[in-house]
C-alpha cells in the first residue's frame, strides 16, 4: 500500500505542477493540461477502482497486475506530456493513447469479471465505474482519431474534453461520492445504492449528451447538461435530509465533498453559458479544476490515504492521521469554489490566490499527516 501512497504523491505534485505552470504562462497550454489529467487524475482514478471494487463485490484484494495498472497509467501520461510538449515525438503521443485504451480496457474487464465472482448481487457503486471506464475509452479513442482524421480535429477534441472531464471524472466521482461521504460522516446512508441504482442512466446519458452535442452543435448538449444538474442536485437533497449541512460542514473531508459537488453544479451551468456564448472556453475548464476537482480529490485523499498507508485492522494512527488531512477541509473547499467563481469573473489573480491558499492548506494538513507514526505512544 506504501506503492498507493507514492502514486498520491507523484499525482498531487502533477496537479501542483499543473496549476503553477498554467498561473505562471509555461509550457503549452496542452501538455500543461495534460500534466494534471493523464499524470494526475486517471492514475489516481485507477487506483480508487481498483481500492473500491473489491469492497463492492465483496472479493479478495487485486492481483498485484491490477495494483500495477496506475503506475503504468503514469507512466504513459508522461510519455503523452513530453510529446506534447514537443520533447518527444509527435507519434508516442498517439502509441501513448493507444497504451491508454488498452490499460482501461483491461481495468474495465477485470471489475466485470469481480462483479460476476461477487456472491450474490454486487453493490450497483460497480456500474459507474464500468460506465466511467467506458467514457475515457471513447474518448482515448477520439484523441487516436485526430491523427487519421485532421479536417474533424475540433469534433473529436471537444469529444474527448467533455468524454474525459464529464464522463470519466464525473461518473467516478458520482459513482463514488454516495459511499464515500456517509463512510466519511460513520453513519450509513440507506438510499446510496437505491440513488446509484435509478441515477445511473441519467449521468452516463448526460455526459454522452454533452459530449456529443459540444462536437456537433451546443444547443443539443444542453439536455445532458439538464439531467446532470438534476443528479446532482437530488444527492445534495438526499444528504441533506439525511445528515444536515451542519453536520457535513463541520467534517472536513464531507465539507471538501460536499464543495466538490456544488462546483460540478457551477461548472456545468458555466459549461452551458459558454456554450452560449456568454463566457470563454478556458476559464470553464479551469473553474472545473478548481471548483469541483481539486475539492473532489482533497477531500478523497483525506478519507483514502490514512487507510492506504495503514490497511488492514483499524489502529489508533488511523483517525489521527485523517484528522490531521480533514482539519482544514470546509476552509480548503471554500477556498476552490471561490476560485471556480473568480476564475469565471477573469479575476485570474485573485483565483489564483484563492487556489494556491486551498492547496497549501492540504499541503500543511499532509505534511502534519505523514508526521504520524504507527505508534502513537
Not at 504562462?25 to 493523464?38: E, K, M, N, R, Y
Request: charge should be positive; proline fraction near 6%.
Amino acid at each position: 500500500m506504501n506503492r498507493l501512497l507514492a502514486l498520491a504523491g507523484l499525482s498531487l505534485l502533477a496537479l501542483l505542477g499543473s496549476a503553477v505552470c498554467t498561473l505562471a504562462g509555461w509550457g503549452t497550454p496542452l501538455a500543461v493540461a495534460h500534466l494534471a489529467f493523464a499524470i494526475g487524475i486517471v492514475p489516481l482514478i485507477f487506483a480508487a477502482m481498483s481500492h473500491f471494487v473489491p469492497v463492492l463485490t465483496r472479493t479478495g484484494d487485486p492481483s498485484r497486475w491490477i495494483i500495477r495498472l496506475p503506475f503504468l497509467a503514469q507512466i504513459v501520461g508522461g510519455v503523452a506530456v513530453l510529446s506534447m510538449q514537443g520533447w518527444l515525438p509527435r507519434s508516442l503521443l498517439y502509441l501513448a493513447a493507444t497504451v491508454d485504451l488498452a490499460l482501461a480496457a483491461i481495468l474495465l474487464n477485470w471489475i466485470a469479471g469481480r462483479a460476476r465472482a461477487t456472491l450474490g448481487s454486487p453493490h450497483p457503486g460497480w456500474r459507474w465505474y464500468g460506465a466511467a471506464l467506458g467514457c475515457l475509452m471513447l474518448a482515448l479513442l477520439a484523441a487516436i482519431l485526430i491523427g487519421f482524421f485532421p479536417a474533424y480535429w475540433r469534433a473529436l477534441r471537444l469529444f474527448h474534453l467533455h468524454l474525459n472531464t464529464i464522463g470519466l471524472v464525473g461518473l467516478a466521482a458520482l459513482g463514488t461520492l454516495p459511499v464515500l461521504l456517509p463512510t466519511a460522516l460513520g453513519k450509513p446512508d440507506p438510499e446510496a445504492a437505491g440513488w446509484l441504482r435509478r441515477r445511473l442512466w441519467l449521468v452516463a446519458g448526460g455526459a454522452l449528451v454533452i459530449g456529443s452535442g459540444t462536437a456537433i452543435l451546443w444547443p443539443f448538449a444542453v439536455p445532458g447538461a439538464a439531467l446532470l444538474l438534476v443528479a446532482a442536485l437530488g444527492l445534495i437533497g438526499q444528504w441533506a435530509r439525511r445528515f444536515g449541512l451542519r453536520e457535513m460542514l463541520a467534517d472536513g473531508v464531507a465539507a471538501s465533498l460536499l464543495a466538490a459537488v456544488c462546483g460540478l453544479l457551477l461548472t456545468l451551468a458555466a459549461g452551458v453559458a459558454h456554450g452560449a456564448g456568454l463566457l470563454e472556453g478556458r476559464p470553464s475548464l479551469y473553474a472545473w479544476g478548481a471548483g469541483f476537482l481539486l475539492p473532489l480529490i482533497t477531500g478523497a485523499l483525506s478519507q483514502l490515504l490514512p487507510v492506504w498507508r495503514w490497511p488492514g485492522p483499524m489502529l489508533p494512527a488511523r483517525p489521527i492521521m485523517r484528522q490531521k488531512l480533514a482539519a482544514s477541509g470546509a476552509w480548503r473547499g471554500g477556498l476552490f469554489i471561490l476560485s471556480a467563481i473568480a476564475l469565471l469573473a477573469n479575476q485570474d489573480a485573485l483565483a489564483g490566490v484563492f487556489l494556491m491558499a486551498g492547496v497549501l492548506l492540504f499541503a500543511f494538513g499532509l505534511l502534519q499527516a505523514m508526521r504520524v507514526s504507527r505508534s502513537t505512544r
